[in-house]
């Protein structure tokens, strides 16, 4: 079954700590990206990954680390300098112009 | 700037009632565009999309939009809402430029009364 996976569902941390969302997706695409999305705010981009060892930020990189070592895989780490992080985080890959989205990770940090 | 502009907020229609979501783009070409279901608490789905060709698109779920160059807009219909159809729509487009950057409007929360 394709698709993306982002685990945990539900994620709780308190301030002061990093923390890691894991994004793993089997549809072979190249490109992935990490959205972060806020109350009647939209989608904004965080980073985006065109290919393996490459990324780049995107609109709201502050705060926020990714690394993308394997094709499938691209997490993302909220570290302590991200001064606002509780939010709702989806993750997407890419074949083309189009994006897939995960089920993503809400992330609420005391 | 490019930004996608979706000036409602939320909308009520009744259950079987027609829709219209209105989405407005600000780009110097034609863009890539696209609308996206997200019910609470999950992913977006992709609806439907409009890259070249005819203007009047079809997508899953009984929705269609029309590509409108002369109004710069790409308008989400459905004849017959039903109330499963109750979500956050976003409409979204693709800035050209090296990457497939999707820039999102700020979204329009569907509520349906029986």
């Known amino acids: 079954d394709g698709g993306i996976t982002q685990s945990p569902k539900y994620l709780f941390r308190k301030e002061g700590q990093n923390v890691t969302l894991s994004c793993e997706q089997n549809?072979?695409?190249?490109?992935m990206y990490w959205y972060r999305q806020d109350p009647g705010q939209g989608l904004r981009l965080i980073y985006y990954?065109?290919?393996?060892?490459?990324?780049q930020k995107g609109d709201i990189a502050e705060g926020y680390s990714v690394s993308r070592e394997k094709k499938e895989s691209f997490p993302l780490t909220v570290t302590s300098a991200q001064k606002n992080p509780t939010a709702f985080y989806l993750c997407?890959?890419?074949?083309?112009?189009?994006?897939?989205f995960g089920p993503g990770t809400r992330l609420t940090v005391t | 700037a490019q930004s996608v502009t979706q000036p409602d907020i939320h909308i009520t229609v009744s259950e079987g009632a027609s829709l219209e979501l209105r989405c407005n783009y600000s780009?110097?070409?034609?863009?890539?565009l696209f609308w996206y279901v997200q019910s609470p608490g999950q992913g977006l789905q992709l609806l439907l999309k409009?890259?070249?060709?005819?203007?009047l698109v079809q997508g899953i779920k009984g929705f269609e939009a029309e590509f409108k160059r002369s109004q710069s807009s790409f308008n989400l219909r459905k004849p017959s809402v039903h109330w499963s159809d109750a979500a956050e729509y976003f409409c979204?487009?693709?800035?050209?430029?090296?990457?497939?950057?999707?820039?999102f409007g700020a979204g329009t929360r569907l509520a349906v009364h029986p």
């Open positions: 997407a890959s890419g074949g083309g112009s189009e994006q897939y």
């Open positions: 549809l072979n695409h190249d490109a």
């Open positions: 990954s065109q290919i393996v060892n490459d990324f």
């Open positions: 979204a487009v693709v800035l050209s430029g090296g990457y497939n950057k999707l820039i």
């Open positions: 780009y110097g070409a034609t863009p890539y």
């Open positions: 409009y890259f070249s060709g005819d203007t």
